[in-house]
């Protein structure tokens, strides 16, 4: 880890650019803003593959699939794979798969659609998420709250339908079904999901299950080095040959040192200057500059 960071300049990006062969990139506060991209975005991506950079989009926002993300990057004019995409929610799914869950156990998720599909992609039988936002509890009747037996596993990403019916579904499932898992896409506190302003992120939801069990979960997503397995294993590239980008300290920029990688911060986001700068703060990327197009400015491309 670096003592200090650098602000990004026309040497030191040239030392970053000839040294790595491809860029990772949080996407929220560093492409886009909610549904609005951040100035220069699109064309800096281009200039990068135009210059035979490989491009991949490590996201911890669960809330879509990666093909639900790669339609969002065409409805802004940029063209990704899917296979390009690492979010969160196929994280989650890789997970289970990796440590063989049992195909007759079932999956509860307290989050999105793109949970639900990157589970069920991955064979295995997911419920709950937006299926179960407008359901409540009754506490004038005395009988008991039933919950599926079968549930081995809980899953909990951003879910901006969270209610009290899918919090006592989730926690009756980890307290009372033999070995069931408690997986977190995530912990962010906050997250751009309006270009204007931040809100609560799935820490918050994390938070209040883990309050109701007193268990602490598995989170797949950034800063776990979980999805870092498979980038190494797809592109076939050693850490020290990437960059992760991103506009956060304690996920994106700790990812990145905590598998080798150079790192770069934009202020685009939720960090600001003076949090980078603020003697308590003991992460340092080793560049940080306003936002990705700096480097297409400093680049003169």
């Not at 751009?192 to 299950?209: F, I, L, R």
Request: with cysteine.
């Amino acid at each position: 880890m670096s003592s200090s960071s650098q602000r990004l300049s026309v040497n030191n990006l040239k030392d970053l650019f000839d040294s790595v062969e491809a860029f990772l990139f949080d996407c929220d506060g560093v492409i886009w803003k909610g549904d609005q991209l951040i100035d220069g975005a699109s064309q800096t991506l281009h200039m990068l593959r135009s210059k035979g950079k490989k491009l991949v989009f490590v996201t911890n926002n669960s809330w879509k699939s990666r093909s639900q993300f790669a339609e969002k990057f065409k409805s802004l004019g940029i063209s990704v794979s899917p296979d390009e995409i690492f979010s969160s929610s196929f994280a989650a799914a890789m997970y289970l798969k990796l440590n063989n869950f049992p195909t007759q156990k079932k999956v509860y998720v307290i989050g999105g659609d793109g949970i639900l599909d990157e589970l069920q992609l991955a064979g295995f039988t997911a419920f709950g998420g937006p299926g179960d936002a407008d359901k409540t509890i009754d506490w004038k009747q005395s009988g008991i709250f039933e919950h599926d037996k079968s549930v081995g596993a809980v899953v909990v990403g951003i879910d901006p339908k969270i209610n009290y019916y899918k919090l006592q579904y989730g926690t009756l499932c980890i307290r009372e079904n033999p070995g069931c898992l408690f997986i977190a896409t995530n912990r962010d506190a906050v997250g751009h999901m309006t270009p204007s302003q931040e809100w609560p992120g799935a820490g918050c939801m994390v938070a209040a299950v883990c309050g109701s069990t007193q268990k602490e979960p598995v989170v797949v997503g950034k800063p776990s080095t979980f999805m870092m397995d498979f980038l190494l294993e797809k592109f076939n590239l050693s850490c020290s040959k990437m960059c992760m980008v991103g506009d956060r300290l304690d996920t994106d920029i700790l990812f990145g040192q905590s598998a080798g990688c150079k790192t770069l911060l934009v202020l685009s986001g939720c960090t600001t200057q003076s949090a980078l700068q603020d003697p308590s703060n003991n992460i340092q990327p080793d560049y940080y500059a306003t936002k990705i197009s700096e480097m297409l400015e400093l680049l003169g491309a």
